[in-house]
């Protein structure tokens, strides 16, 4: 009993070890962000909101945020408002998520993260997408609502993805000068695998300035979507200065295996 205790207790370190040097580097690099950072360990959604199509939002008992809509809409954004500091106009956003979609999606369901989502009823923004196409094949991509999608190189890109698996995706938007062109970057990798460069960079993106120089960042969930989220990291020159801790989860990970060994003495 004891050395299958031993085993369980190594192995359990190693994935903590193994997860952690996996990482996105705010997590771990010790250095300060101009940010805003949530892993849903509290139900306090305080500055949260849906736009364009109001959907379901619910803090889960495990601490992950669980997003769904039940509707045909394209235009389903659940976006962050700072009640101190306006981050809207800032000449970039970037946002950082760790996302999976819960169980087969239907056909044209995309979920992601926004950046640049514009407060109001029309709720067009830049968004990079795990999504459902309409021939039941999961792929991913930048969409510039009712605009364009930019697909990048297919050679260079994550193009398919499972169910009920974690991901990480960054996205960052760059206006040009005088809030005309702009650029848009972004990355999906699997949960557990090393960050890779810039898998898209999407150069003067269409329309850039009609709309899409002022707004809100925060998460995509559109056209039936339901997708989980274990933290949400927004970057922009506007927001405070902070320090970002690893995810909740991974927390009660290593709290677990310390709680077991705990027990065994």
């Known amino acids: 009993m004891l050395k299958r205790f031993t085993a369980v207790l190594a192995a359990l370190s190693f994935a903590v070890a193994a997860q952690a040097q996996t ?6 690099d010790g250095k300060p962000v101009t940010g805003y950072y949530n892993d849903f360990s509290s139900p306090d959604l305080t500055g949260w909101d849906w736009y364009g199509t109001t959907g379901t939002a619910a803090v889960t008992s495990e601490g992950t945020l669980q997003l769904s809509y039940s509707g045909t809409n394209d ?9 101190v500091n306006d981050y809207s106009n800032a000449a970039w956003q970037e946002v950082l998520i760790r996302i999976r979609v819960n169980g087969t999606p ?12 514009n407060n109001n009823s029309d709720s067009r923004g830049i968004n990079l997408l795990l ?10 991509g930048i969409l510039n609502d009712r605009v364009a999608w930019y697909k990048g190189n297919p050679n260079a890109v994550l193009d398919s993805w499972d169910e009920d698996q974690w991901y990480w995706l960054r ?9 005309t062109g702009g650029i848009v970057y972004g990355s999906c990798w699997l949960d557990g695998t090393p960050e890779p460069a810039w898998m898209y960079t999407w150069e003067n993106d269409p ?3 009609s709309g899409r120089n002022v707004g809100l960042a925060g998460f995509a969930c559109a056209s039936n979507a339901s997708l989980e989220v274990d933290c949400i990291l927004i970057k922009a020159p506007n927001l405070p ?5 690893e995810p909740a989860t991974m927390s009660l990970l290593a709290m677990g295996g ?8």
């Open 23 to 28: 990482m996105p580097y705010e997590f771990t």
């Open 75 to 83: 235009l389903v954004h659940f976006l962050y408002t700072d009640p």
């Open 106 to 117: 239907a056909n044209d369901a995309r979920a992601g993260a926004t950046v640049y989502g």
């Open 131 to 140: 999504y459902r196409t309409a021939h039941s094949q999961n792929s991913t």
């Open 171 to 179: 996205v960052r938007r760059e206006m040009g000068d005088n809030n």
């Open 207 to 209: 329309q850039a300035t």
């Open 241 to 245: 200065s902070i320090m970002v801790p």
């Open 258 to 265: 310390l709680a077991l060994l705990r027990r065994r003495k």
